[in-house]
């Protein structure tokens, strides 16, 4: 005895022998689009508040992603879009960035205080959680 297909599998299946939500494309591309982003936002955060709570506490780590400047991230947007468009910039853009990570290795003492007024500062210009960015 075959199973009656459910409710919910017929529109599935509805949706995808349309090709998608819509039958225009271009607003499946919008809505794609848009979904990609958000996610893509949201890992972001969570990466981000991830790899600074291995030196701070989790409510600080959160304080310090929600602190950054306009400034801070036009300059990560703008990184990450040379870095990934052209093997050029991302040798350029990646050996920036191990130049920079190796300067402060040398210099430990001086830029782990330096980066602890950064963060300290940055959290506190956090929008109050109540507030959106």
């Known amino acids: 005895m075959a199973r009656k297909p459910a ?3 017929e529109k599935l299946s509805e949706v995808v022998d349309q ?3 819509s039958p225009n494309p271009m607003t499946n591309l919008l809505i794609t689009d848009v979904l990609l982003r958000g996610g893509g936002r949201l890992l972001k955060n969570v990466v981000e508040r991830t790899v600074l709570g291995a030196s701070f ?3 600080k780590a959160k304080k310090i992603v929600k602190g950054r400047s306009m400034a801070q991230t036009l300059v990560g947007t ?3 879009r040379i870095a990934t468009k052209s093997v050029p ?3 350029v853009v990646g050996g920036g960035m191990l130049a920079k990570a190796l300067y402060e290795r040398r210099r430990k003492v001086d830029s782990a ?3 602890e007024e950064q963060a300290a500062e940055q959290a ?3 929008p109050e959680s109540g507030e959106t960015s």
């Open 7 to 9: 409710k919910a599998e």
């Open 19 to 21: 090709g998608g939500l």
């Open 57 to 59: 506490t989790p409510g």
């Open 78 to 80: 703008a990184l990450a």
């Open 89 to 91: 910039g991302a040798i």
């Open 113 to 115: 205080q330096k980066g």
């Open 124 to 126: 506190a210009n956090a």
